[in-house]
């Protein structure tokens, strides 16, 4: 396996209207890699940073500091143009599949569409016959292909967004909430789409969502985010049963299916919590039920516990098998 994608101290910033002058730290020294054919879980919850974070590896957002390589090259400081060829490998997958689809082409057309500018030596025909294979194996018939997207379902166009991503032979897909607008019926036929895709072509995905049980039902690592900082990566099978960071626990008590023994409780983010972290101590500090003096004055740094293990917690050492679900 090689290192397809390397961030290293990924820092975005937004600036926040009114005065004094502040800025939002939504994404918040992040370093990771991902390898090539793996399928890494992003989960958070709403308003964490995990859109801001996919944008910046595509280049959609400015970084404030930080390093994006790719396949072994620095791609941050790149030209836009010299950035546009290698987009090809790069492909992203959001949430509305109608802000993806032209509504004025069917959804065949819409798929066979960026073949024009990563393979311009086909002619029309032949885009349209490369489409139409792959829509095929993303479960859309002809006839459906050949509708607009008004006339199909939310599930169906997620389907042809997703044949979309993949028509340029993409080595990696940020899917970022791929599932969340849709019916939940559906989000489980979709979540099996892109399972199946991995394992046929051995894609590489980072895979956004706010819903624990989905990202750890797909991917076999996981990385949680709070405010803007990732906080645990860790494989799905040592992450689930032994969550080492706080944070994730609370995300696991509020997911019965993967954490029978927890009650559900919902999971709510204060609005003092959504002005970003940036700051000294531990972003969790407000809401953690394990809160020591130094997790407000010294920030923890995501470490290694043992292989294959990082938490950004002062107080990890003292669970070594993980930390229980939340007594009720
Ligand atoms: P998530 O995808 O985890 O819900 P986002 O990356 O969308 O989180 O947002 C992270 C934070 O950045 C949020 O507080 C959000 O309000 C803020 N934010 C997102 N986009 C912008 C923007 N274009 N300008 C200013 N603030 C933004
Ligand atoms: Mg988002």
């Not at 987009?87 to 959001?94: C, K, Y």
């Not at 072509?201 to 895979?207: D, M, Q, V």
């Not at 003092?272 to 997790?295: I, L, T």
Request: glycine content about 8%; charged content about 20%; proline content about 7%.
């Amino acid at each position: 396996m090689s290192v397809l994608l390397d961030l290293r101290g990924v820092t975005v910033r937004y600036p926040l209207t009114g005065r004094p002058r502040r800025e939002l730290v939504a994404v918040d020294d992040v370093s990771f890699t991902l390898e090539s054919g793996e399928m890494l879980g992003l989960v958070g919850e709403s308003g964490c940073g995990k859109s801001t974070l996919g944008r910046a590896i595509l280049r959609l957002v400015p970084l404030a500091a930080g390093e994006v390589h790719w396949q072994g090259r620095r791609v941050d400081t790149l030209s836009r143009k010299e950035f546009r060829g290698l987009r090809r490998g790069l492909q992203l997958v959001f949430q509305d599949p109608h802000a993806c689809l032209d509504p004025r082409m069917t959804i065949v057309e819409s798929v066979s569409e960026p073949l024009r500018s990563f393979e311009p030596g086909l002619s029309s025909s032949q885009r349209t016959e490369r489409a139409a294979a792959l829509l095929d194996k993303v479960g859309l018939s002809p006839e459906l292909s050949n509708r607009y997207p008004h006339q199909a379902s939310g599930g169906q166009l997620q389907r042809a967004v997703i044949a979309r991503a993949l028509i340029s032979n993409p080595q990696l897909v940020v899917c970022d909430e791929p599932v969340s607008a849709l019916d939940v019926s559906v989000q489980g036929q979709i979540v099996n789409l892109l399972a199946r895709i991995r394992r046929e072509r051995g894609l590489a995905s980072l895979f956004i969502s706010h819903n624990l049980a989905v990202v750890a039902g797909l991917c076999e690592r996981v990385m949680v985010m709070y405010l803007g900082r990732i906080v645990e990566i860790a494989p799905r099978a040592l992450l689930v049963p032994a969550p080492l960071h706080p944070y994730t626990r609370m995300l696991l008590d509020a997911v019965p299916s993967i954490a029978p023994t927890a009650r559900r409780r919902p999971v709510t983010v204060a609005p003092a919590d959504v002005q970003g972290s940036g700051g000294a101590g531990c972003a969790f500090a407000a809401r953690c039920p394990h809160v020591v003096a130094r997790c407000r004055s010294e920030r923890p740094l995501l470490q290694t516990i043992r292989e294959g293990r990082l938490v950004a917690c002062h107080r990890a050492a003292e669970w070594p098998a993980g930390l229980p679900p939340a007594a009720h």
